[in-house]
Nanobody, 120 residues
Framework: QVQLVESGGGLTQTGGSLGLSCTAS????????MGWYRQAPGKQRELVAA???????NYADSVKGRFTISRDNAKNTLYLQMNSLKPEDTAVYYC??????????????WGQGTQVTVFS
């Protein structure tokens, strides 16, 4: 059973920075693509950023230039560096992983979510 454990997040003011990490464990196979999604109250879950096994990335237009996704394959760990945060970035952020190596919408496995709150 794959487990994704997120850490990081928290509270910051507009313009601040936060970092998220997500470590996968319990796998008997090579983790493929990974990504971050978020869900704000009353809204649907949306893709924030994704990264393939090989390092190709995809970002939501709303975070391009502000967020950076990266991964350490040796550690089965995914990262999201969030800069220039805005109140509209406030949401629960979920880590996702997939068996597929090249998908940019990973969705096989999910973390429990971590709250990010940005106040003005």
């Amino acid at each position: 059973q794959v487990q994704l454990v997120e850490s990081g997040g928290g509270l910051t003011q507009t313009g601040g920075s936060l970092g998220l990490s997500c470590t996968a464990s319990g796998t008997r196979f090579t983790i493929g693509a990974m990504g971050w999604y978020r869900q704000a109250p009353g809204k649907q879950r949306e893709l924030v950023a994704a990264i393939t096994r090989g390092g190709s990335t995809n970002y939501a237009d709303s975070v391009k230039g502000r967020f950076t996704i990266s991964r350490d394959n040796a550690k089965n760990t995914l990262y999201l560096q969030m800069n220039s945060l805005k109140p509209e970035d406030t949401a629960v952020y979920y880590c996702a992983a997939d068996r597929r190596f090249t998908t940019l919408t990973p969705n096989d496995y999910w973390g429990q979510g971590t709250q990010v709150t940005v106040f003005s």
